[in-house]
């Protein structure tokens, strides 16, 4: 089992930044993939970036155009997303997950996810 824990979210203004963490406990797979996603009022939810636990490489989805970094502290169990120059389409409830699929974008193949952050950003 995986639990995880995700904060850092809050109401915050175009161009503004924020980390949003994510904390990791118990292990289900050897070298798991960590992910974070996001889901707006209304949408899907969607891939936003992904970090594999043992080596650090790391995914971001292109809309993204760099504003986005997802990190792990292996020390501490934890997971970041760093979001940077934040727009109001950046509105909505960001999870923390994680997969034993390497290259995997769909939410259907993360079996566990934490509860999620909302991140609101006004224009």
């Known amino acids: 089992q995986v639990h995880l824990v995700e904060s850092g979210g809050g109401l915050v203004q175009a161009g503004d930044s924020l980390r949003l963490s994510c904390a990791v406990s118990?292990?289900?797979?050897?070298?798991?993939?960590m992910s974070w996603f996001r889901q707006a009022p209304g949408k899907e939810r969607e891939f936003v970036a992904r970090?594999?636990?043992?080596?650090?490489?790391?995914f971001h989805a292109d809309f993204l155009k760099g504003r986005f970094t997802i990190s792990r502290d292996k020390t501490n169990n934890m997971v970041y997303l760093q979001m940077n120059g934040l727009n109001a389409e950046d509105t909505g409830v960001y999870y923390c997950?994680?997969?034993?699929?390497?290259?995997?974008?769909?939410?259907?193949?993360?079996?566990?996810w934490g509860q999620g952050t909302q991140v609101t950003v006004s224009s």
């Open positions: 997950a994680a997969s034993n699929l390497r290259l995997s974008r769909i939410p259907g193949e993360y079996p566990y």
């Open positions: 118990g292990r289900a797979f050897t070298d798991p993939v």
């Open positions: 970090i594999s636990w043992s080596g650090g490489i790391t």
